[in-house]
């Protein structure tokens, strides 16, 4: 499955590449964006019957995709995909774990003309384990801000925390992110 979606993805950024001719410098109509940075993510894992709880903060590499639809120049909506990539410092077989957010996200720009933008989200909240091909899907949202440092190119901070609800456990992640975009529109 994890290869299936990175095939997608690079297939329709190929695709999207290919035609950026057709985007007018206007947040109005079709946007792309991708982006990359760091965050600090804390995993909460508490069990449902007998057990010891444990709490983990990590460091992360975090990737951003969007796709979607301006409405306005103020208003965007947009498909997200927002991933952290780590190691846990639990974890004695120093396997690759990966949290994140599937879903329906917005940016609000408070004046048209400004940089400064609001964002947020709410959809599927993934939990993989990379190296045991294992995974969990539960709730997860994501909120912040950022600014657009020139077109195209923004800076962005935000929150993400994902809920995930097992047969054994409870798994909680919130993630302080910092990433650097740009969007083609």
């Not at 949290?99 to 329906?104: A, D, K, Q, R």
């Not at 047969?167 to 993630?175: I, N």
């Amino acid at each position: 499955m994890h290869k299936f979606f990175i095939t997608k993805t690079v297939i329709i950024t190929l695709l999207l590449l290919s035609s950026a001719k057709a985007f007018d410098n206007h947040r109005k109509g079709f946007l792309f964006s991708i982006g990359a940075g760091m965050s600090r993510i804390n995993m909460e894992v508490t069990p449902k019957f007998q057990g010891y709880s444990a709490d983990d903060n990590s460091f992360g590499f975090d990737t951003s995709f969007k796709i979607g639809y301006g409405f306005t120049d103020q208003f965007l909506l947009y498909y997200i995909n927002d991933v952290t990539w780590y190691k846990s410092d639990l974890d004695y077989d120093d396997d690759t774990y990966v949290s994140g957010i599937t879903g329906i996200g917005i940016t609000y720009y408070p004046k048209e003309n400004e940089p400064w933008y609001i964002m947020g989200g709410i959809g599927v909240g993934s939990y993989i384990n990379i190296s045991k091909d294992e995974s969990d899907t539960g709730s997860a949202y994501i909120f912040g801000a950022g600014y657009e440092i020139s077109s195209h190119f923004q800076v962005e901070a935000t929150y993400r925390s994902t809920k995930l609800d097992t047969d054994y456990q409870e798994l909680t992640t919130g993630a302080f992110r910092l990433t650097a975009n740009y969007m083609w529109y």
